[in-house]
């Protein structure tokens, strides 16, 4: 007999058969859409490879955009601050920019003071302190406009007064400055308009050029005697109008190295420079500039010529090469050398191609005026030809047997390249049968006022600034054939001195270009001095510091500080507007 259930017992059966059919239906179901379709994985899975790619290609593309898109939206830049140390060569004994005469102390003058004009990026000369300069149709009268709102580092107003303090004091002799040439035999007053009138005993193309000389405040140095202006405590602590001003000095040893502390003029005309501080460490000699560079003692220097260059570390140094308006020539002493069938043979046995490719491929340089101060047409050179040189040198000491035995004596600096170029030259001239000795000076006023004033020197291997304009006045007309001058080839010839002084006086750029042709025409046919080669500057800096551009046109080396106040070397990112 049965027994019979309980209705809990009863649900609970029914509960548990409930149970096994669910989990039978589960497997099933299992089973025909999971199992069942595993296999289906092989048949799509080139399909989900491509998907899992595209999604990957997406992802991939929108970093890189974003990457891209940052990137092209900002800008490395510099930002205010920092401090620039320029390592210079040779002592600073003033900072006067009157008396300025190593590259120390041209480098400091260029930092410290502001003239009337500059030279432009271009190398031609523009505007600095003036804001405008005009002459009228004679080329006498210069009409100059001062910028307004000028202030003295020491935030005292600069006026017509200072230029005409300034003028004063360069025209007078008892304070024999550099600039005095710039404004001889002119006078300069202030008319009723408050422009500065400059008035030329004779004309020139050139006087804009001229008032590249640094100005001076009256109200320190008004009341200085002119023959005591060196000695006055200006010359160690000045008060300028440039891009920096004074802060103090560190000498270093006893044997003239320097460290100058500038700091940027809060009242610079251009606004205050973007980096805070510059350092002129001035060396006194060139190893310890190389040692300087490589070690990371200073920013940068342009002071490195010659075997130098090969002792830098250029791994991690930037080089800038910048051609500048100087040139390095051989000038024949025509009082001596007066011959000039004798110095045409010269010219014609030195293998110039030779010299210059054993400079590392120097600029040539067969004419003391270039192509980027006017445009003319040169006249052509005598090829090299070393057999027919040597022929008419030979017929010249035959009949002049002193000449024969006491030869030649060619003078050089001892600076840069030129002991090299002058041996080489030497060698060029022994071989065409001369005698030759060489006399190799240390730079300074024993050499100025021993060899160079009274011309002690057959030839003289020497670098001369060009300037910016074509003027050759300094260094080709006969009145400079004097032991104060510049003529250092004693070169006199009247019709060339006519040339020279119609062509600086000529208004009109066409016909002034016309003279100098001739005047190059007498040049070449008198040979009062041979090209060598046009110098440039190696401007080494550190990595990731802004200075001059490269595609600026420097007049001389201290130009390069022209938008010194642009300079930086705090870099940063900036993020710019779309």
Not at 141 to 158: M, Q
Not at 322 to 338: E, P, Q
Not at 535 to 558: C, D, G, H, M
């Given at each position: 007999?049965?027994?019979?259930?309980?209705?809990?017992?009863?649900?609970?059966?029914?509960?548990?058969?409930?149970?096994?059919?669910?989990?039978?239906?589960?497997?099933?179901?299992?089973?025909?859409?999971?199992?069942?379709?595993?296999?289906?994985?092989?048949?799509?899975?080139?399909?989900?490879?491509?998907?899992?790619?595209?999604?990957?290609?997406?992802?991939?593309?929108?970093?890189?955009?974003?990457?891209?898109?940052?990137?092209?939206?900002?800008?490395?830049?510099?930002?205010?601050?920092?401090?620039?140390?320029?390592?210079?060569?040779?002592?600073?004994?003033?900072?006067?920019?009157?008396?300025a005469s190593t590259s120390s102390e041209k480098t400091l003058?260029?930092?410290?003071?502001?003239?009337?004009?500059?030279?432009?990026?271009?190398?031609?000369?523009?505007?600095?302190?003036?804001?405008?300069?005009?002459?009228?149709?004679?080329?006498?009268?210069?009409?100059?406009?001062?910028?307004?709102?000028?202030?003295?580092?020491?935030?005292?107003?600069?006026?017509?007064?200072?230029?005409?303090?300034?003028?004063?004091?360069?025209?007078?002799?008892?304070?024999?400055?550099?600039?005095?040439?710039?404004?001889?035999?002119?006078?300069?007053?202030?008319?009723?308009?408050?422009?500065?009138?400059?008035?030329?005993?004779?004309?020139?193309?050139?006087?804009?050029?001229?008032?590249?000389?640094?100005?001076?405040?009256?109200?320190?140095?008004?009341?200085?005697?002119?023959?005591?202006?060196?000695?006055?405590?200006?010359?160690?602590?000045?008060?300028?109008?440039?891009?920096?001003?004074?802060?103090?000095?560190?000498?270093?040893?006893?044997?003239?190295?320097?460290?100058?502390?500038?700091?940027?003029?809060?009242?610079?005309?251009?606004?205050?420079?973007?980096?805070?501080?510059?350092?002129?460490?001035?060396?006194?000699?060139?190893?310890?500039?190389?040692?300087?560079?490589?070690?990371?003692?200073?920013?940068?220097?342009?002071?490195?010529?010659?075997?130098?260059?090969?002792?830098?570390?250029?791994?991690?140094?930037?080089?800038?090469?910048?051609?500048?308006?100087?040139?390095?020539?051989?000038?024949?002493?025509?009082?001596?050398?007066?011959?000039?069938?004798?110095?045409?043979?010269?010219?014609?046995?030195?293998?110039?191609?030779?010299?210059?490719?054993?400079?590392?491929?120097?600029?040539?340089?067969?004419?003391?005026?270039?192509?980027?101060?006017?445009?003319?047409?040169?006249?052509?050179?005598?090829?090299?030809?070393?057999?027919?040189?040597?022929?008419?040198?030979?017929?010249?000491?035959?009949?002049?047997?002193?000449?024969?035995?006491?030869?030649?004596?060619?003078?050089?600096?001892?600076?840069?390249?030129?002991?090299?170029?002058?041996?080489?030259?030497?060698?060029?001239?022994?071989?065409?049968?001369?005698?030759?000795?060489?006399?190799?000076?240390?730079?300074?006023?024993?050499?100025?006022?021993?060899?160079?004033?009274?011309?002690?020197?057959?030839?003289?291997?020497?670098?001369?600034?060009?300037?910016?304009?074509?003027?050759?006045?300094?260094?080709?007309?006969?009145?400079?054939?004097?032991?104060n001058g510049h003529n250092l080839s004693n070169y006199k010839n009247a019709v060339v001195?006519?040339?020279?002084?119609?062509?600086?006086?000529?208004?009109?750029?066409?016909?002034?270009?016309?003279?100098?042709?001739?005047?190059?025409?007498?040049?070449?046919?008198?040979?009062?001095?041979?090209?060598?080669?046009?110098?440039?500057?190696?401007?080494?800096?550190?990595?990731?510091?802004?200075?001059?551009?490269?595609?600026?046109?420097?007049?001389?080396?201290?130009?390069?500080?022209?938008?010194?106040?642009?300079?930086?070397?705090?870099?940063?990112?900036?993020?710019?507007?779309?």
């Open positions: 007999m049965s027994r019979k259930l309980s209705s809990g017992q009863k649900i609970a059966r029914k509960f548990t058969r409930l149970s096994k059919k669910a989990s039978v239906a589960t497997l099933e179901h299992v089973e025909e859409n999971f199992v069942d379709r595993l296999s289906h994985i092989r048949r799509v899975r080139l399909l989900i490879l491509e998907w899992a790619l595209l999604v990957a290609a997406i992802i991939f593309l929108s970093i890189t955009q974003a990457y891209w898109y940052t990137d092209s939206y900002s800008v490395n830049t510099y930002r205010s601050g920092g401090t620039y140390t320029e390592a210079t060569m040779g002592e600073v004994k003033t900072l006067n920019p009157l008396f003058s260029k930092l410290l003071f502001s003239s009337l004009s500059t030279y432009d990026y271009a190398g031609h000369a523009g505007y600095d302190l003036a804001e405008s300069i005009q002459s009228d149709e004679t080329g006498k009268i210069w009409t100059v406009k001062l910028r307004s709102g000028l202030k003295w580092s020491d935030g005292n107003p600069l006026t017509n007064d200072d230029v005409i303090f300034t003028s004063s004091l360069i025209k007078n002799p008892l304070v024999n400055s550099n600039y005095s040439s710039n404004l001889r035999g002119v006078t300069v007053k202030e008319d009723e308009n408050k422009n500065l009138i400059f008035t030329l005993s004779g004309a020139s193309a050139y006087f804009k050029s001229a008032l590249d000389f640094p100005i001076l405040p009256k109200h320190i140095l008004g009341s200085v005697s002119p023959e005591l202006l060196l000695e006055h405590t200006f010359s160690n602590k000045p008060v300028g109008s440039g891009a920096f001003t004074y802060n103090h000095t560190q000498t270093i040893g006893t044997t003239g190295e320097k460290i100058v502390y500038l700091q940027a003029n809060q009242n610079y005309y251009k606004g205050a420079p973007l980096m805070n501080s510059f350092v002129v460490h001035a060396f006194v000699n060139k190893t310890d500039i190389v040692n300087a560079l490589n070690n990371g003692t200073v920013t940068a220097s342009g002071e490195l010529d010659g075997d130098y260059l090969n002792k830098v570390d250029k791994v991690n140094l930037n080089e800038k090469q910048t051609l500048i308006n100087y040139g390095v020539f051989a000038f024949l002493n025509t009082d001596r050398l007066s011959s000039r069938e004798l110095r045409q043979a010269i010219r014609q046995g030195i293998d110039l191609n030779k010299i210059r490719a054993d400079l590392n491929g120097a600029t040539a340089l067969d004419y003391p005026i270039l192509d980027t101060q006017i445009s003319l047409t040169y006249p052509e050179l005598p090829s090299y030809d070393r057999a027919t040189a040597k022929n008419t040198i030979k017929t010249f000491l035959e009949q002049h047997a002193d000449f024969a035995k006491t030869g030649l004596t060619i003078a050089t600096l001892n600076s840069g390249s030129l002991p090299k170029i002058t041996e080489k030259i030497a060698s060029e001239l022994r071989e065409l049968g001369l005698k030759i000795e060489i006399s190799v000076y240390e730079p300074g006023q024993d050499f100025v006022l021993n060899t160079l004033a009274p011309r002690s020197y057959d030839i003289l291997i020497y670098e001369i600034g060009l300037g910016a304009d074509p003027d050759v006045f300094a260094y080709y007309h006969s009145s400079n054939a004097t032991q001195s006519d040339l020279i002084l119609s062509a600086r006086s000529t208004m009109n750029q066409e016909l002034r270009a016309k003279k100098y042709e001739r005047f190059l025409s007498y040049f070449v046919n008198d040979v009062p001095a041979i090209g060598i080669y046009r110098s440039s500057i190696n401007y080494f800096t550190s990595k990731n510091v802004r200075s001059y551009s490269q595609e600026n046109r420097l007049v001389a080396p201290a130009d390069r500080f022209q938008d010194v106040y642009r300079w930086g070397i705090e870099k940063t990112t900036k993020n710019r507007t779309p």
